[in-house]
Nanobody, 121 residues
Framework: QVQLVESGGGLVQAGESLRLSCAVSGGTFSSFAMGWFRQAPGKEREFVAACWRGSATYYRDSVKGRFTISGDNAKNTVYLQMNGLKAEDTAVYYC???????????????WGQGTQVTVSS
């Protein structure tokens, strides 16, 4: 069974940084399309960043230049480095894995439990 466990969320002030971790078990992250998604209260879950085959990366426009998705093969862990955080980044962040290159909220096969990121201004 593929399991994804997020960690690293917390409360920070605007302009600060956080690094989220997604520990993968039951599979190798580089064999999946890995994605980070987020959901704020009252809003739909939205795509944040993705990594395909442990190499190609994609980001939503609002986080480009601030967020970086990466992986550590030795730890079988995917990270989301979030710099220059803004209040609008506040959300529950979810790690997800998919078996196809299509990375969307409705196409992922495995989901983590989520980790809360709160950014105060």
């Amino acid at each position: 069974q593929v399991q994804l466990v997020e960690s690293g969320g917390g409360l920070v002030q605007a302009g600060e940084s956080l690094r989220l971790s997604c520990a993968v078990s039951g599979g190798t992250f580089s064999s999946f399309a890995m994605g980070w998604f987020r959901q704020a209260p009252g809003k739909e879950r939205e795509f944040v960043a993705a990594c395909w085959r442990g190499s190609a990366t994609y980001y939503r426009d609002s986080v480009k230049g601030r967020f970086t998705i990466s992986g550590d093969n030795a730890k079988n862990t995917v990270y989301l480095q979030m710099n220059g955080l803004k209040a609008e980044d506040t959300a529950v962040y979810y790690c997800a894995a998919g078996r196809t290159p299509v990375v969307r909220t409705t196409t992922m096969d495995y989901w983590g439990q989520g980790t809360q990121v709160t950014v105060s201004s």
